[in-house]
């Protein structure tokens, strides 16, 4: 198995053979051949037989493979190494995905057999209120690229992220997978929610006019190492820890922005990338799947900052500022769908991901994205 990072030389855990034209033998009359143009001869055909081999191999890229998602998936790769594999993880630094050339460019140099469609403008309710056109457009514009070059280049299959905030606002509770079209988002995110709405839409377009095995899966709100923990425009969990981090540090208190009320399901980002690799592998619909945790392990923000205290060790005074907005009340998801493909998977519990979250973040807080 081969793992790298675009740009960097590729750590090889296994090295390949040579490749087949890189030992041409000039004809000579068979009568004349001698032991080592024989030897020559069979280093060729064993060459050739190598290049056959590497086609037949996943050669798996991964967009916005630096981010949280990707860099867990990176862990479980590295802990279940295949010699049928080879992972290319990108980021924006090595490809602007909203330039369909450079997108193509990109798939060219890679020459993907799978896809795991990852990046994506984000940010958190704050960010969203204020700039829906920029997530509509930008995002619209990645995706489109990314699923046509991967159209263009034979990709075998493409798996993209997609988020629970694209689901109806007003809906019936719990949601699942055949609801996502069902009325309008939130007006917090609607620009973010359609544009990922519209890669349902193109998978099942690509599927019905080309055959393409394009799908989706919908994780709910994804937290871990490596997450964007800004106080800005970072997701709720992170902009928890990050505050949390300050409040203990400077003696402060810790300022929970909104009621606490609104709910939301927290599933774990080396959670979802395990999950990721099965769709990757043995999930074969056209139509999206939820990745979350159960209903009933659905919690407050109340609950969550609750949580992320415990984890710090934060004991001073916690103040809800509640001229801040809380978003969408709830968007329970359903995972029953995928209960029925993985009935015997288990989530890793709330307070050991958030206490491995925390350390982490303790640990890098001066390179962690903030």
Not at 174 to 192: A, K, L, Q, R, W
Not at 314 to 329: L, M
């Amino acid at each position: 198995m081969r793992i790298h990072v675009a740009g960097k030389k590729a750590a090889s855990i296994r090295g390949s053979g040579p490749r087949a034209d890189s030992r041409r033998i000039p004809f000579q009359d068979p009568g004349k051949r001698t032991r080592a143009d024989e030897e020559a001869a069979k280093n060729t055909q064993m060459a050739a037989c190598t290049d056959k081999a590497e086609q037949l191999k996943k050669r798996v890229l991964v967009t916005g493979g630096t981010g949280l998602v990707g860099q867990a998936i990176r862990r479980v790769v590295e802990e279940n190494p295949s010699d049928e594999e080879e992972w290319i993880f990108v980021s924006s630094k090595h490809a602007d995905l909203t330039d369909f050339n450079a997108t193509q460019v990109l798939f060219k140099k890679h020459q993907p057999t799978h896809v795991i469609h990852l990046a994506a403008m984000v940010g958190g309710l704050f960010r969203n209120l204020k700039y829906n056109l920029d997530f509509w457009r930008s995002n619209i514009k990645i995706n489109d690229n990314v699923l046509q070059c991967a159209f263009l280049s034979g990709v075998r299959r493409c798996v993209s992220c997609l988020s629970t905030c694209i689901f109806p606002n007003e809906t019936t509770y719990p949601i699942d997978e055949t609801m996502v079209h069902n009325g309008p988002p939130h007006d917090s995110n609607f620009g973010y929610a359609y544009a990922k709405r519209m890669i349902d839409v193109q998978n099942r377009a690509y599927n019905a006019q080309h055959g393409c095995r394009f799908t989706s899966v919908i994780p709910t709100n994804v937290f871990g190492p490596c997450d964007n923990f800004n106080l800005e425009d970072g997701h709720v969990m992170p902009g928890l820890v990050h505050k949390v981090y300050i409040a203990k540090r400077d003696n402060e208190p810790f300022v929970v922005w909104g009621t606490g009320s609104p709910r939301r399901q927290f599933i774990y980002s080396y959670d979802l990338a395990r999950l990721i690799m099965w769709v990757l592998k043995d999930y074969h619909e056209t139509e999206p799947i939820i990745l979350s945790v159960g209903e009933e392990d659905e919690i407050s923000i109340k609950e969550s900052a609750e949580l992320v205290m415990e984890a710090m060790d934060f004991k001073g005074e916690v103040i809800y500022d509640t001229t801040k907005s809380d978003g969408q009340f709830k968007k329970t998801a359903s995972n029953a769908k995928l209960l029925t493909y993985m009935p015997d998977f288990k989530f890793t519990p709330i307070r050991q991901a958030l206490k491995e979250t925390c350390d982490w973040f303790t640990e890098n807080f001066h390179t962690a994205r903030k």
